[in-house]
């Protein structure tokens, strides 16, 4: 894990992405993005070493969690990292908190060499990591007192924060509650409110809407846009959610094997897939395969248990859309749906797999 | 940063100078030690009531159970003196020894470590407000063990007042060692074995009277910290404690503490970032 020298890192040229739009981000207003970029990063890798296989353990080879990542996240942005388990998205974000070493690459936010001084990050940045061991056991009040407080403010301070998030959030209700015996997505709201108390120019946040009701999510994101319009906050989204990525990103960067595949608007990436449909076909019990029709889409088809999944043009997709809904193969014909493209289209067009995504 | 406290704002200083060719924000506050400890000891304290109170009973009941044992096999009042300051002490090496090490284990395996972490914290403020919380748990059940013990074996009740020195330098030396286990265990279940066995080594050693050890037991017996705790501890149950043998093993039990929460510091930032 030697340091790198900063230097010739940082006058590296980043690989070009597959897809990359020179559409304005709409979202963003000129002069915000005109003050320049919160978070950038530059050839960023980190390899975990060979595992030799032991007792009940398998080998692994070394595998580049991040691979040659570059990024630049501009102030008030709400900037996504989207890919499935595994493709590095909490490593790359621990190393952006200082709470990993890259073997390679410089981060840089708001000025500050996170690489050289990872101690920083906990000036800067307010992080809400996927476990909440460490709050488990107190009060949803104390939880957000104390990571108040932690944050360097004083007592009185540090209790009118709590109150007013808690409020925000619609928590006050369960202000005396030990996390521990929450729901799943009411102690994700939890933490997350303790991730606001003491504000921060950037808010890093592991997959923040995990488990939560459509109440908590519209409370998270109606805390996220407040704070973006009155102080420019930045927002590093980790999510695997297809639609809440959709939805809220500004931009979104697509991660697949510890590398940036695709980096742009969700719109702007749709727009690379926009000559495809998909449709989506649910059989009663088995495909009607004796229907020729049914039988040449057999083995163009993503099949998971009764459902069919194709990405087609859009005059062949009506085609299909008529044969299934008429004679023999209706019959056998649970649903169906045909959609524009997502991002989970997205992610398939540049070589992903899509099975660990999520839509809901 | 508008919403910085006045008093910790820093501009970013001569230390934090611009390294990348752009000016650099100001920093957040970093929070001050005593602030952050007593945050993190208030925190601590309160888990108290919702996850530790049952294994507080386990730990004096233990000690008050072994007392009972012991009364049939001791008969001199020195092997009683020995029995009560020992089984007094188990109860801090249960809570602050054993159960900090597991808790700190736990913290680590899980990721919840990064909480403090990517809080601007100085690290002996998570380890001290822990232990300290850790070492306050001990309170009621050593009093109570004590008590017990002291009526139980016939022996006065007018020294326990030491109590209020040997609880937390005995709680600082055998949470700091707690806390370190805990912290550079690999693995949690190691984290749990390791606590186990140092609890387990301060009842063997620290409960029987060392006058029937045999010489290497006798020699771990000096190396164990709590050891100075009961011994400490088992002196001031004479009609006229040596006053200054009392205060040396205090002494020994401080410095113990100070190294092992130097130890558990450091064990701490090893830990925070990977």
Same mark, same amino acid.
């Given at each position: 894990?030697?340091?790198?020298?900063?230097?010739?890192?940082?006058?590296?040229?980043?690989?070009?992405?597959?897809? +990359?739009?020179?559409?304005?981000?709409?979202?963003?207003?000129?002069?915000?993005?005109?003050?320049?970029?919160?978070? &950038?990063?530059?050839?960023?890798?980190?390899?975990?070493?060979?595992?030799?296989? &032991?007792?009940?353990?398998?080998?692994?080879?070394?595998?580049?969690?991040?691979?040659?990542?570059? +990024?630049?996240?501009?102030?008030?942005?709400?900037?996504?990292?989207?890919?499935?388990? #595994?493709?590095?998205?909490?490593?790359?974000?621990?190393?952006?908190?200082?709470?990993?070493?890259?073997?390679? #690459?410089?981060?840089?936010?708001?000025?500050?060499?996170?690489?050289?001084?990872?101690?920083?990050?906990?000036?800067?940045?307010?992080?809400?990591?996927?476990?909440?061991?460490?709050?488990?056991?107190?009060?949803?009040?104390?939880?957000?007192?104390?990571?108040?407080?932690?944050?360097?403010?004083?007592?009185?301070?540090?209790?009118?924060?709590?109150?007013?998030?808690?409020?925000?959030?619609?928590?006050?209700?369960?202000?005396?509650?030990?996390?521990?015996?929450?729901?799943?997505?009411?102690?994700?709201?939890?933490?997350?409110?303790?991730?606001?108390? #003491?504000?921060?120019?950037?808010?890093? +946040? *592991?997959?923040?809407?995990?488990?939560?009701?459509?109440?908590?999510?519209?409370?998270?994101?109606?805390?996220?846009?407040?704070?973006?319009?009155?102080?420019?906050?930045?927002?590093? +989204?980790?999510?695997?959610?297809?639609?809440?990525?959709?939805?809220?990103? *500004? &931009?979104?960067?697509?991660?697949?094997?510890?590398?940036?595949?695709?980096?742009?608007?969700?719109?702007?990436?749709?727009?690379?897939?926009?000559?495809?449909?998909?449709? *989506?076909?649910?059989?009663?019990?088995?495909?009607?395969?004796?229907?020729?029709?049914?039988?040449?889409?057999?083995?163009?088809?993503?099949?998971?248990?009764?459902?069919?999944?194709?990405?087609?043009?859009?005059?062949?997709?009506?085609?299909?859309?008529?044969?299934?809904?008429? #004679?023999?193969?209706?019959?056998?014909? *649970?649903?169906?749906?045909?959609?524009?493209?997502?991002?989970?289209?997205?992610?398939?067009?540049?070589?992903?797999?899509?099975?660990?995504?999520?839509?809901? | 940063?508008?919403?910085?406290?006045?008093?910790?704002?820093?501009?970013?200083? /001569?230390?934090?100078?611009?390294? !990348?060719?752009? $000016?650099?924000?100001?920093?957040?506050?970093?929070?001050?030690?005593?602030?952050?400890?007593?945050?993190?000891?208030?925190?601590?304290?309160?888990?108290?009531?919702?996850?530790?109170?049952?294994?507080?009973?386990?730990?004096?009941?233990?000690?008050?159970?072994?007392?009972?044992?012991?009364?049939?096999?001791?008969?001199?009042?020195?092997?009683?003196?020995?029995?009560?300051?020992?089984?007094?002490?188990?109860?801090?090496?249960?809570?602050?020894?054993?159960?900090?090490?597991?808790?700190?284990?736990?913290?680590?395996?899980?990721?919840?470590?990064?909480?403090?972490?990517?809080? /601007?914290? /100085?690290?002996?403020?998570?380890?001290?407000?822990?232990? %300290?919380?850790?070492?306050?748990? !001990?309170?009621?059940?050593?009093?109570?063990?004590?008590?017990?013990?002291?009526? =139980?074996?016939?022996? /006065?009740?007018?020294?326990?007042?030491?109590?209020?020195?040997?609880?937390?330098?005995?709680?600082?030396?055998?949470?700091?060692?707690?806390?370190?286990?805990?912290?550079?265990?690999?693995?949690? $279940? =190691?984290?749990?074995? =390791?606590?186990?066995?140092?609890?387990?080594?301060?009842?063997?050693?620290?409960?029987?009277?060392? %006058?029937?050890?045999? $010489?290497?037991?006798?020699?771990?017996?000096?190396?164990?910290?709590?050891?100075?705790?009961? $011994?400490?501890?088992?002196? !001031?149950?004479?009609?006229?404690?040596?006053?200054?043998?009392?205060?040396?093993?205090?002494?020994?039990?401080?410095?113990?503490?100070?190294?092992?929460?130097?130890?558990?510091?450091?064990?701490?930032?090893?830990?925070?970032?990977?």
């Amino acid at each position: 894990m030697a340091k790198s020298p900063p230097g010739p890192t940082r006058t590296r040229v980043c690989r070009r992405y597959p897809v +990359l739009s020179s559409l304005v981000n709409t979202r963003i207003a000129p002069s915000a993005r005109q003050q320049g970029d919160v978070v &950038r990063v530059r050839g960023l890798t980190k390899s975990y070493p060979a595992v030799r296989a &032991r007792r009940g353990t398998a080998a692994t080879p070394e595998i580049r969690a991040t691979d040659d990542v570059c +990024l630049d996240v501009g102030r008030g942005e709400i900037f996504g990292l989207l890919g499935p388990n #595994g493709a590095g998205k909490s490593t790359l974000v621990r190393q952006l908190t200082g709470l990993m070493r890259p073997d390679r #690459g410089s981060v840089d936010i708001l000025g500050h060499d996170i690489v050289r001084h990872p101690e920083r990050a906990s000036r800067i940045l307010a992080y809400l990591g996927q476990q909440s061991t460490a709050l488990d056991e107190l009060t949803v009040s104390l939880a957000a007192e104390t990571t108040g407080r932690l944050r360097g403010l004083d007592l009185r301070r540090a209790r009118a924060e709590r109150d007013a998030v808690l409020e925000e959030l619609g928590l006050a209700p369960l202000a005396a509650r030990p996390l521990k015996k929450l729901s799943g997505g009411q102690r994700r709201l939890a933490c997350f409110a303790a991730a606001l108390v #003491g504000e921060r120019p950037l808010l890093v +946040l *592991d997959e923040p809407t995990t488990g939560m009701d459509p109440v908590a999510r519209r409370a998270v994101w109606a805390a996220v846009d407040r704070r973006r319009a009155e102080h420019g906050t930045t927002v590093l +989204l980790v999510t695997h959610n297809v639609i809440e990525a959709e939805t809220v990103l *500004d &931009r979104v960067a697509v991660l697949h094997r510890g590398r940036v595949v695709a980096c742009d608007t969700p719109a702007g990436l749709k727009a690379e897939v926009a000559g495809e449909v998909r449709v *989506d076909l649910v059989w009663r019990d088995r495909p009607p395969l004796e229907v020729p029709e049914v039988a040449a889409l057999h083995g163009r088809a993503t099949e998971s248990g009764r459902r069919w999944t194709l990405r087609l043009a859009p005059e062949e997709a009506r085609a299909v859309v008529s044969t299934v809904t008429g #004679g023999a193969a209706f019959a056998a014909l *649970d649903d169906f749906t045909l959609a524009t493209p997502s991002l989970e289209d997205v992610y398939l067009a540049l070589g992903g797999d899509a099975q660990g995504l999520v839509k809901a | 940063m508008a919403s910085a406290a006045p008093a910790g704002t820093l501009p970013a200083g /001569p230390g934090a100078a611009p390294d !990348t060719g752009r $000016e650099a924000v100001a920093l957040g506050p970093r929070a001050r030690l005593w602030p952050a400890l007593a945050a993190v000891y208030k925190a601590q304290l309160s888990r108290a009531r919702v996850a530790r109170i049952p294994l507080l009973f386990v730990a004096t009941f233990q000690s008050i159970g072994i007392m009972i044992l012991m009364r049939g096999v001791v008969d001199d009042e020195a092997g009683a003196r020995a029995v009560v300051a020992g089984s007094s002490v188990l109860v801090v090496a249960f809570v602050a020894l054993n159960l900090l090490a597991q808790y700190f284990g736990q913290l680590r395996a899980d990721g919840g470590l990064d909480h403090y972490a990517t809080l /601007p914290v /100085p690290p002996a403020a998570v380890v001290l407000g822990a232990a %300290g919380a850790y070492a306050s748990f !001990t309170v009621p059940g050593t009093l109570v063990t004590a008590v017990s013990g002291c009526l =139980l074996f016939g022996l /006065p009740l007018g020294h326990l007042w030491i109590l209020a020195a040997v609880i937390p330098l005995a709680g600082a030396a055998l949470s700091g060692l707690g806390a370190a286990l805990g912290l550079l265990a690999p693995r949690p $279940e =190691l984290a749990t074995l =390791l606590g186990q066995l140092g609890m387990s080594a301060a009842l063997l050693l620290g409960v029987l009277p060392a %006058g029937r050890l045999p $010489e290497v037991v006798r020699l771990a017996r000096d190396l164990l910290p709590s050891t100075y705790g009961v $011994e400490a501890f088992a002196r !001031t149950f004479g009609g006229h404690p040596d006053w200054t043998h009392v205060l040396v093993d205090l002494a020994v039990c401080a410095g113990v503490g100070l190294a092992s929460l130097a130890v558990a510091t450091w064990a701490y930032r090893r830990a925070a970032v990977r």
